[in-house]
């Protein structure tokens, strides 16, 4: 669908502690690496509320703190199972008058929001609204995705373009089918996972599927894009993909994050687009492509226009550079793995 709606504010939070594969893997088997160096993982005090605040924090600074109408966040590891992550974040924020939901679709609730909060600019619901993608790190120890989860949260302040804003959001796609990838009952600590579904029927289908209709739609081939970002549940993939799609290393290398932070899920695609950007100039344009589990993916055209960069702004490559590793034990004990 076309957009109305631009960018105008935005931020990334990762938390400070990390831990390495490679001490994962001493633990549970013996030797050798995860497929990423090291990942994020939220501290005995942080959660998706906190990581939220932080991220919103920097995107509404940045936007001149507008009033926000809508607060939408996209999450599958909310402090509780009944109780709005969203409505706690808008009295912490002061914005009482405003919608606040909390949405879920696995590793594309980031993007939902951002794509609900653009439908409504668009429309005209609201003049200004807030999208976050936020997540802990939720692995089953001795699993996969033990080497891979990570945790981080990302905001973006959406209103309608006004030649001051730092990007706009021209056109938005979705692809969805029952694709039994990854899941969790009710009740259950971890989410499950069938192997041999996550890479071809799940995520090459679907984001393949959604970029192909974003194509279709707006008329644009691989080319026209200066970066290109895709979900990053390992290294690998979004590699793969992109190559896949036609795009190059020049235009994919930017928004790679995962060997560092690992897959932040519901935020993974939201902190690549802050990184990007950082970087990017007047004119560029972005595509972007995120993929949700069960499953599902969102695609996005997005052009660049500018910004003040002096503003006190860190850039979150910047920022990523200070953190401190912790063993096994403390992760575990921080994120709820030992059980009483």
Same mark, same amino acid.
């Given at each position: 669908?076309? !957009?109305?709606?631009?960018?105008?504010g935005y931020g *990334?939070?990762?938390? +400070?502690? #990390?831990?390495?594969?490679? %001490? $994962? &893997? /001493?633990?549970?088997?013996?030797?050798?690496?995860?497929?990423?160096?090291?990942?994020?993982?939220?501290?005995?005090?942080?959660?998706?509320?906190?990581?939220?605040?932080?991220?919103?924090?920097?995107?509404?600074?940045?936007?001149?703190?507008?009033?926000?109408?809508?607060?939408?966040?996209?999450?599958?590891?909310?402090?509780?199972?009944?109780?709005?992550?969203?409505?706690?974040?808008?009295?912490?924020?002061?914005?009482?008058?405003?919608?606040?939901?909390d949405l879920e679709?696995?590793?594309?609730?980031?993007?939902?929001?951002?794509?609900?909060?653009?439908?409504?600019?668009?429309?005209?619901?609201?003049?200004?609204?807030?999208?976050?993608?936020?997540?802990?790190?939720?692995?089953?120890?001795?699993?996969? !995705?033990?080497?891979?989860?990570?945790?981080?949260? *990302?905001?973006?302040? +959406?209103? #309608?373009?006004?030649?001051? %804003? $730092? &990007? /706009?959001?021209?056109?938005?796609?979705?692809?969805?089918?029952?694709?039994?990838?990854?899941?969790?009952?009710?009740?259950d600590q971890y989410?499950?996972?069938?192997?041999?579904?996550?890479?071809?029927?799940?995520?090459?289908?679907?984001?393949?599927?959604?970029?192909?209709?974003?194509?279709?739609?707006?008329?644009?081939?691989?080319?026209?894009?200066?970066?290109?970002?895709?979900?990053?549940?390992?290294?690998?993939?979004?590699?793969?993909?992109?190559?896949?799609?036609?795009?190059?290393?020049?235009?994919?290398?930017?928004?790679?994050?995962?060997?560092?932070?690992?897959?932040?899920?519901?935020?993974?695609?939201?902190?690549?687009?802050?990184?990007?950007?950082?970087?990017?100039?007047?004119?560029?344009?972005?595509?972007?492509?995120?993929?949700?589990?069960?499953?599902?993916?969102?695609?996005?055209?997005?052009?660049?226009?500018?910004?003040?960069?002096?503003?006190?702004?860190?850039?979150?490559?910047?920022?990523?550079?200070?953190?401190?590793?912790?063993?096994?034990?403390?992760?575990?004990?921080?994120?709820?793995?030992?059980?009483?």
């Open positions: 669908m076309n !957009l109305n709606a631009a960018i105008l *990334a939070y990762v938390p +400070i502690y #990390r831990i390495r594969t490679e %001490e $994962i &893997a /001493r633990v549970w088997h013996g030797g050798g690496a995860g497929p990423n160096r090291m990942k994020a993982i939220a501290s005995f005090d942080e959660d998706i509320l906190t990581m939220s605040y932080e991220s919103a924090s920097q995107a509404l600074s940045m936007a001149g703190n507008p009033q926000i109408q809508a607060i939408l966040v996209g999450s599958e590891s909310k402090p509780y199972a009944v109780k709005p992550t969203g409505s706690i974040l808008s009295d912490i924020l002061g914005y009482n008058k405003t919608l606040g939901v679709f696995a590793c594309k609730a980031g993007t939902e929001a951002m794509q609900l909060i653009s439908g409504m600019v668009s429309s005209g619901t609201i003049d200004y609204g807030l999208a976050i993608g936020a997540d802990t790190a939720q692995g089953r120890p001795a699993d996969e !995705l033990e080497f891979t989860a990570g945790s981080g949260a *990302a905001a973006i302040v +959406i209103g #309608r373009p006004n030649g001051k %804003e $730092i &990007a /706009r959001i021209n056109h938005s796609v979705s692809y969805v089918t029952d694709t039994p990838d990854f899941w969790r009952r009710p009740h989410p499950m996972h069938l192997g041999r579904f996550t890479g071809e029927p799940a995520y090459f289908a679907h984001i393949t599927s959604s970029v192909k209709m974003l194509f279709s739609e707006t008329g644009m081939k691989p080319s026209d894009f200066k970066y290109a970002i895709f979900h990053q549940p390992n290294p690998r993939f979004p590699v793969e993909v992109g190559k896949r799609l036609g795009f190059t290393d020049e235009q994919l290398r930017p928004g790679l994050l995962n060997d560092d932070i690992g897959n932040t899920y519901s935020a993974n695609t939201l902190i690549s687009l802050a990184k990007v950007l950082d970087m990017a100039e007047t004119g560029d344009k972005i595509m972007l492509a995120s993929f949700g589990s069960g499953a599902g993916s969102d695609a996005f055209v997005i052009e660049v226009n500018s910004r003040d960069q002096d503003n006190g702004y860190v850039p979150f490559s910047e920022r990523l550079r200070n953190y401190r590793e912790v063993d096994y034990a403390t992760y575990a004990r921080w994120r709820g793995k030992i059980q009483k």
